[in-house]
Structure formats: C-alpha cells, structure tokens
C-alpha cells in the first residue's frame, strides 16, 4: 500500500513508508546526503550551491558559486565532498562554506561514492569534446586515491550517473548500451577486479540516484518504471535479491539522489520542485526481555513495532520472519546454534517487506544444553565425621558458564565461599557445616551446579556424624549456712542426664575436674561482682563448647541506707511526701520502703512517697536484699498540718516512653501554678489550671514532680509525685530472671526456695499447691512455659503464658507486683 505525502504536492506522491516533507522549492536538485549529526546536505545544481537542513523547513545556504554541483558525499573523517559537473573536479566544502580542490582534470564528472579506506569513485563522461549533457556519450567510474590520482573502475557504461558501495562492491546506475536497451544497474568490484554484471529486469528506465540499506537492499530512482499493466512514473525502486524491481514510492517530480540516516530513514531530492523528502523507516522492534542463555533448541522473540511490519531476525546464516500485527505486535520463533553463542539482529521492514528497514534490535543469547561437570571433593562418602566438617566441590562449563553452586546438608543449603565470583567457566565452591548443628546419625550431602542456561548436576555423599555435645543450665545462688550453693544440670541426645559429668571455675579461675557432683557450695567470696561457669562432659567425651555462666553479686553483710530528703528536724506537711536517699547493696537485688510505703530505685538511689500522719516524728528507710540481708536508717521530721494541694499522677509507673496525666484540685483561689516536671528545680509549665496535663518520659529514670502553687492573698504552697519509668529490658530481665529461679528451685524438688519468688501474702497458697504437685516438679517446664510482658503500670507487671493441653492451646495471665519489703515478687500465676 502507498501512503501519500503528510503535505499535499501538485504530483501525489505516494510510498511504501510514512513520508514528510523535508525542504520544498530549494532549487535544481540533484545530491544529497546525511551527516553523523543527521542534518541532511543537498546540492542546488543551477544556482551553484550547497544547502544545509537541520531540520524540516529549516535549510541554510552553505555554500555558493560552484559550477554545476551534482554528486555530495562525506567521507571517514567528515569532511563534505561535492561534485563540479561543469568545473571537472572533486571539492572540499568546509562547514563555513570554504572550499578547496580534492581533485580536478575530470571530464564533466557527476555522482560521488566513498569507500571504507576513503577511496573517492566517480562517474563521469569518457573522453573527447562534446555536449556535456549528451546522454549517448560513453561513461566511465573512476577511482581517486588519496594521492589523487584517477584510474577507471568500470568502462563503457552509458551514461553512468548514481554510485553506491556495499561490501566491496560498486553498484552504478547507468543507462542501456544502446537506445532501445534495458538500463541497468551495474555491479562491480570495487577494485575493478572480475566480471562487471548488470542487475535488470528491464522495467528501469532512466536510473538517477543509488543508496543501498543496512540489509544490502538497493533502492535508485527512475524516470519511470515498466510494469506489465502500467508505466509508474517518477519512481523510486526497491531492487530485491532476486535482482527484479518493485516500486517503493511514485509520483515524485525529476527523483534524484536517494541518501539513508544512521535509523534507516530514506531521504529523496527532487530536481524541478526543489523538494527534499523524507520517508520514515519503521520503528526500532522493542523485545521483551529474554533470558541471557537458555538449553531451549528456540526462541520466541515478543515484542512490537510498526502495524504490519516484516520482521526479520537473523542469527549466523538463519534468517526468520514473521508479520506483526495491526497493532504492531509479533511474536517470532528463532532457533538456535546449538551449544554456541549466537548473535541475533532483529529488524523491521515496512509494509510486510516492501518497504525500509529500521535500525536493528541486536541480543546475544547462549545456547547450551549440556550441563556442568560436578566433583564433589570431600568429604568422601561413607566418612565418619564430627565438629566443623569441611565440604568442597568444583565445577566447570564451557557453555554457558556455572551460575550456581549449591551444597546442602539434609536438604539445607549452606553458606559458601565461591571463587572465583559467578558465573565463570570454572569455579570451587567450599564451606565449613557445622556438624552438631543436625546431631548424630545418618546424613546426606549433595552438591549441585546449574549453569546459565538452567542445566543441572548433582552429586551426594552419606555421612555419619557422631560428636553432639551436651548442653548445660546452672542455678542459684542460695544461700546456706556454709556458703553459696550453686546447682549444675544438663541435657544430651545419647547420654542420660544422670550420667553427666560438671566442671566449674569462679572468675575465670582454674576448672575443676569433672565429677558427677550436680552442686557446688563456695564459701562466700569478696563483695562485689563474680561470674561461675559451668560444662557438662558426655559419655563420648564431648564437652559442651559453651559453658553456662551465672553472674551474681556478694555485698557487704549489712546494707548501708541514707535518708538524703527530707533533711534532718525538716517540717513537712501531713500527707504524701517525696523521701529520698541511698542503698548501697553491693550489686544485688534490693528493696525498700519508708514507713512501710514502697519506694522505687534507681542505681543505688531510692525515691518514695510516703503517707505521713499528724504527730510524725520520724522517717524509717527500711531496706532488705533477695538473700536476706538488711540495713535501716531514720531521720527525725516534725509534721505539720496537711497541704491543701494534692497532686495527683496517673500512672505513676510504667516502661519508657511513659505518658503521665499531671492534675491538680480545681480552687477558684488558685492564681498561677508552676509545674516542675522532672525535679531539676526548673520551672517547665507555668498555668492557671492543671487537669490531665500529659507530660511523655521518654528516657527511663525516676522523677519527683513539683507544683508550686500560689493563690490570690500570694501565699505559696508545693504539691510533690514520684514517678518510676523503667526500662523495659532491663525490668523484663528481672522479672524473667525470679520465674526462671522459682522454676529452677522447683525443678530440684526446694519448694520452700522456689515460693521465696512469690509475694508474701500468696506464698502460703502456692507452697500447699507446689506439695500436691511434687511428683510433677522435675518437668515444671511442661506445666509453666516461658513467659511474654505485657504491659507495666504503677507497681504491676502484667505477662502472659501459652501453654496447649490436649491439643487446646491456652492462654494464662502471670502478674508480678511490689511486695511490700520493695522487691519484685510473683503475685498470681
């Protein structure tokens, strides 16, 4: 089908391509070529000049007063070279219109074709005097070297005109030997080197302007074309490899010379309208993505470009075709070299191939269907392994290389140190398995390759492995009349738990020798920080590579308790007030209370917030350490009447970040209120009224809030809270650390130390429950698993235990709470 022009044009020009009109009424002509820029050069050949066109419409004059320009072209360098028909040289025409002889001497010369090693070939008349424009006269193409020396190509051609070259070979367009003959193409090699042929098939007439495509395609203009049932006239002709001539585009007025761009858009000069136009080669075939080798014999190219586009793809020696469809889209299988890298170019040629060809879509894939050689190096099979077990295997693939090395224990895939990096014809992949990570018994190892294109190998070894060590828990301290007592247990998949041995060592010191002893009583060490350890020996002599270990803290005997605030004879008010101090405990868990209210601590200092009664003399810190060590301290106080000011905080604990709702008592007395919220003396929040005030402790620590209040008459008065924000980690630790001690002591049958752990009010309930379940006690684990927090407000921390019976998964709330000596004790479970 023949798309007419996107301009109307006195003659309806028609073509096998979308078209546009680059440059109208520019003159006489003749020329034309397209730089690496893409602006596109013709020559004016009446006027003498060579114009320039950067884009549609736009065209300058470069250069003027030239004789007679016909043939242009650029050579390897760039440079612009324009034929003098009337003048009979080779020019040099520079970007600012300069122009310098390349050759001269030739008799009324025409077109112009560079070659590759920029060898200049014209055509021109062949001797003797005469009308310059006689068409009878005989022609010649001549070779100009660089040296500039002419020598013919080809000889006694009619009228030779149009020149283009293609692999080594010359195509000129020429007119018949004799009226009345055919006017042909002629093909010869560029060296002037074996036969000269003539492509005909005798329906050209009058052949001008030669450009050959990207495919080896020649298209020419011709005066007209003969077909059977028609004359076309102003054609441009598509001469297929089958040497016959079919129209490309007709009704062009004087078609001469034919250029392509580097996107194989085909660009036409007309001589008497001055025209220059444009015809679009079809779009560059998109293809959806491909994998980079495959072991498939074929491939299926998808992808789109121009509506009823031929698409060609060309690997080696094969070509392939399919027609895309009205919307442009194509699916085309291709096969494949077998085993080889193969380099496929698809293209796309208008109007199911009668038309141009666009630029090419180009992928490499790999061939392969041979898969990977496999070694799998060690270990051997049937080995009897144990520890760090060394696996190593090597692969190589001449194909498509090794993308993967894989080596898996029991099915699992292990970590592997590949070199060199894949994929790589050849690689060593090893790795270290941790044998006592699948305990003994029976395993399999297999190591597997798989190169690019999806081919695998495998190989397998079995193994045995017999070295897992056992693991060991230690609990404690308690403590006894005679020291510290520590208690040791194990666990191993082949020796009883009875029949383990223990070593242990204090503060890195010495181990001792291994005995089946399962406790160990030290006389009580030095104040301060210790750390036991503690490993179990199986009957396979394998010891438990890491050790249990149990840190834990020995204070002085007493407890050294300071009241810091309020000071000594100080006059409070009746009601709550902050008490401040000390505990020095030597690193060990601790409370204490004042007057008998809790109080909350904070490395070694403690904050409480004491009810105090009229009459009052006195502040009592009582503090009591987990192993029973005391310590007290008093201050005396007189306490006044009670303050008109209550603040209240709610609440007044909990885990960081902690939101805390600061209000005060409405008083129609009350004039400004300055709210100090973390006790550094600086005044935060200045009000006239405090009600659900919400201040955010984001950092955990202990914080005294102060409100100092003053009424109409200008008296003042100050309202204190104590607010505890723990660190959750930190008090999850602890609070997992009691229901751990209460299940250890348990486990070992010491009912009167685990219900030590409970609150002393519920402690009496849980030893009775604990006695019914004795029998029970060595697999405590079973009836109260681990445990998850929850939540943490004022003096209560709330978990929660999963446990399934009889297949029903259960759910149990586990509360913790601060008895009243201070310390964090099981409240319900």
Do not use: C
Request: proline share 7%; aromatic share 4%.
């Amino acid at each position: 089908m023949l798309t007419a022009a996107s301009v109307p044009t006195p003659h309806a020009l028609t073509a096998m391509a979308p078209m546009e009109v680059w440059g109208a009424r520019l003159g006489d002509l003749r020329g034309v070529a397209v730089d690496a820029d893409g602006r596109v050069w013709v020559t004016d050949h009446a006027r003498g000049r060579v114009l320039r066109l950067d884009a549609p419409g736009h065209s300058r004059v470069v250069a003027s007063g030239l004789r007679g320009p016909v043939g242009i072209a650029f050579d390897r360098t760039g440079r612009l070279l324009v034929v003098e028909h009337d003048a009979g040289r080779v020019v040099h025409v520079s970007s600012a219109g300069a122009i310098s002889v390349v050759a001269g001497g030739l008799r009324y010369p025409r077109w112009i074709a560079v070659a590759e090693d920029d060898t200049l070939y014209v055509s021109a008349q062949d001797g003797g005097d005469g009308d310059p424009y006689d068409e009878s006269r005989p022609g010649v193409v001549m070779a100009l070297g660089q040296a500039g020396r002419a020598s013919v190509v080809v000889g006694g051609v009619r009228d030779p005109e149009g020149l283009a070259i293609r692999d080594g070979v010359l195509y000129v367009a020429a007119r018949g030997g004799r009226p009345g003959d055919d006017d042909p193409i002629v093909r010869a090699a560029r060296g002037g080197a074996g036969p000269v042929v003539e492509l005909t098939d005798g329906s050209i007439r009058r052949p001008v302007g030669v450009a050959i495509d990207a495919a080896g395609t020649v298209f020419l203009t011709a005066s007209r074309l003969v077909l059977p049932d028609n004359h076309v006239a102003g054609v441009v002709a598509r001469l297929d490899r089958a040497e016959s001539a079919d129209v490309f585009a007709a009704g062009a007025e004087e078609p001469q010379g034919l250029a392509f761009d580097r996107d194989g858009n085909l660009y036409l000069t007309e001589g008497s309208s001055g025209r220059v136009m444009r015809f679009l080669a079809p779009r560059v075939p998109h293809l959806q993505p491909l994998p980079a080798s495959t072991s498939a014999p074929a491939v299926t190219l998808a992808g789109t470009t121009d509506a009823e586009a031929r698409v060609e793809a060309r690997s080696g020696e094969t070509t392939s075709h399919t027609l895309a469809n009205d919307s442009g889209a194509f699916a085309l299988p291709v096969p494949l070299a077998p085993n080889a890298v193969n380099h496929v170019a698809v293209r796309a040629i208008g109007h199911d191939g009668a038309g141009l060809l666009s630029h090419a879509a180009t992928l490499v894939i790999v061939q392969d269907s041979q898969a990977p050689i496999l070694g799998l190096d060690s270990p051997p099979s049937g080995a009897l392994v144990r520890g760090r077990v060394a696996i190593r295997a090597t692969a190589g693939d001449g194909g498509s290389q090794v993308a993967k090395l894989e080596a898996l224990v029991n099915g699992q895939p292990l970590a592997l140190a590949v070199a060199p990096p894949l994929p790589a014809p050849t690689a060593v992949a090893s790795a270290e398995w941790d044998s006592a990570v699948d305990g003994d018994g029976v395993h399999t190892v297999v190591a597997r390759a798989t190169d690019r294109a999806g081919n695998v190998t495998s190989l397998s070894r079995v193994i045995t492995v017999d070295n897992t060590p056992p693991g060991t828990f230690i609990t404690g301290p308690e403590r006894t009349t005679d020291g510290l007592r520590f208690g040791f247990g194990g666990a191993d998949n082949l020796t009883p738990s009875g029949e383990l041995l223990f070593a242990w060592r204090l503060d890195d010191g010495a181990w001792s020798a291994f005995s089946s002893a399962t406790t160990a009583t030290l006389a009580p060490p030095a104040p301060g920080s210790h750390t036991i350890q503690v490993k179990a020996r199986d009957r396979a002599g394998n010891d438990d590579p890491t050790p249990a270990s149990l840190t834990f803290s020995v204070g002085p005997a007493t407890l050294a308790v300071t009241i810091s605030e309020p000071s000594p004879g100080a006059v409070v008010p009746a009601g709550a007030v902050v008490v401040r101090g000390t505990v020095d405990a030597g690193g060990d868990d601790v409370g204490v209370t004042v007057n008998g209210w809790p109080a909350w601590l904070q490395r070694g200092e403690f904050t409480a917030l004491a009810a105090l009664e009229p009459g009052a003399t006195r502040l009592v810190a009582t503090a009591v350490a987990a192993d029973g060590r005391t310590g007290r301290a008093e201050t005396p106080i007189a306490v006044g009447s009670a303050s008109p000011t209550l603040l209240v905080a709610s609440p007044w604990s909990g885990a960081a970040p902690l939101t805390v709702r600061l209000s005060l008592p409405r008083d129609p007395q009350i004039v400004q209120i300055e709210l100090d919220t973390d006790g550094d003396g600086i005044v935060d929040v200045t009000t006239a009224a405090l009600e659900d005030y919400a201040v955010v402790y984001s950092q955990p620590g202990l914080y005294v809030v102060r409100a100092t209040v003053s009424d109409a008459a200008g008296a003042r008065t100050t309202a204190s809270a104590a607010i505890q924000v723990f660190d959750r980690a930190a008090l999850d630790a602890l609070l997992r650390a009691r229901w751990s001690a209460m299940k250890d002591a348990l486990r070992r049958g010491d009912i009167a130390a685990g219900v030590s752990h409970i609150t002393q009010r519920r402690r009496a309930d849980y030893e009775t429950a604990f006695t019914l379940l004795a029998p029970s006690l060595p697999q405590i684990d079973a009836i109260l698993p681990e445990i998850s927090l929850v939540k943490v407000r004022n003096a209560a921390a709330i978990y929660r235990m999963r446990r399934t019976d009889a297949g029903v998964p259960k759910s149990f709330e586990v509360r913790f709470a601060v008895d009243g000596d201070g310390l964090w004790r099981l409240e319900a479970f």
